[in-house]
């Protein structure tokens, strides 16, 4: 099971894109927990995370993010600003894999 952790500043504008990378997800025959969180919510969530994907809004939250997520042992990036923009599941699940898998 992937446990892909989304972060943007209030929960609510990834929640499109987490319902389409389900979709994907299932499609594929890929077990996942994907979910999303309020910026403030990330810390906590993180410890139960394989992976942490933040919105293009909230960069600037990187570094402070990067420190907490390496400390819980998981990747971290911003998630893509086109891809986040067309809501586009298959690429930020893509991403998502790749982070957990090292690649």
């Given amino acids: 099971m992937k446990r892909i952790l989304l972060a943007c500043s209030s929960g609510m ?3 499109l894109l987490v319902s389409k990378m389900k979709e994907t997800a299932k499609e594929r025959g ?15 969530d993180m410890k139960r995370a ?3 994907l933040i919105g ?8 402070k993010l990067g ?7 998981i990747p971290l990036d ?5 891809a986040y923009g067309r809501i ?3 690429a930020v699940l893509n991403k998502a ?3 957990i898998d090292g690649k």
């Fill in 13 to 15: 504008s990834t929640s």
């Fill in 30 to 44: 890929i077990e996942t927990e994907i979910w999303a969180v309020a910026q403030d919510k990330a810390m906590q």
């Fill in 50 to 52: 394989d992976v942490l």
């Fill in 56 to 63: 293009p809004q909230m960069r600037f939250m990187k570094k």
């Fill in 67 to 73: 420190k907490a997520a390496e400390e819980a042992g």
């Fill in 78 to 82: 911003v998630i893509d600003p086109v």
């Fill in 88 to 90: 586009d599941g298959q």
């Fill in 97 to 99: 894999l790749e982070l």
